[in-house]
């Protein structure tokens, strides 16, 4: 029974999902749905994505800040002079198509490129809610356990991108990167991968290429 529940809610949240990736496609956005443990650095890295983004100047970002409870992430990302809507889930430990359809017009979608989506720090249920994205960013520090890629499998299977986060902090740590990219490997081989510090900025720069890259295939510039 409980079962079914769940397996009617999700196929209403794939016809959203689908409306969401029509409009977004009809714009030429490009929208990522960022997913991570809390504390995995994922405001920052888009901290850095922006700033980067901006100085390039090659795409316009819009952003969508998921967040249980406050708006202090979107505070952060404003700064950055780019569109940015908040979306409280009021307890919900993820973000879902209708919640991201019911914001989409709030944000100029002829003035963004790449829309990026923060999503609730979780990486149970984010990974079953898709919101009409193009593709699943799994943010994934080296201050985790190296064992989340067999505790969460299935967000290591469906995200097209892994970024690695944190990799200052590696001189410090006993973490095991070889380790962590074997257990990836063995879960989805295909999966693009970026090792980057948000902080220092260090192999950002690759990341945001990548961003760059993937819009220009979907929406070639005429
Ligand atoms: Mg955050
Ligand atoms: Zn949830």
Known sequence: MEVKVFSNILDANDRLAEQNRRKLASHDIL???????????????????????????????????????????????????VP????????????????????????????IDVLLVENVGNLVCPADFDIGEHAKVLVI???????KPQKYPLIFRLAKVAVITKTDLLPHLD????K??????????AQ?????SARTGEGCEAWVEWIEQVRQELAPRR
Not at 175 to 178: K, S
Not at 192 to 196: D, P, S, T, V
């Open 180 to 189: 962590l990219i074997a257990d990836m490997d063995s879960i989805q081989k």
């Open 84 to 111: 940015v809507v908040q979306i409280n889930t009021r307890g919900a430990c993820h973000l879902d198509a209708s919640m991201v359809g019911s914001v989409l017009d709030e944000l100029p979608l002829d003035k």
């Open 175 to 178: 973490f095991d990167i070889q």
């Open 141 to 147: 520090s080296v201050t985790e356990g190296e064992d």
């Open 31 to 81: 929208a990522l749905n960022i997913i991570g443990s809390p504390g995995c650095g994922k405001t920052t890295l888009l901290e850095r994505t922006l700033d980067i983004i901006s100085k390039r100047g090659r795409i316009r970002a819009g952003v969508i800040e998921g967040d249980i409870a406050t708006s202090r992430d979107a505070e952060r990302i404003r700064k950055f002079g």
């Open 192 to 196: 693009a991968r970026f090792r980057l």
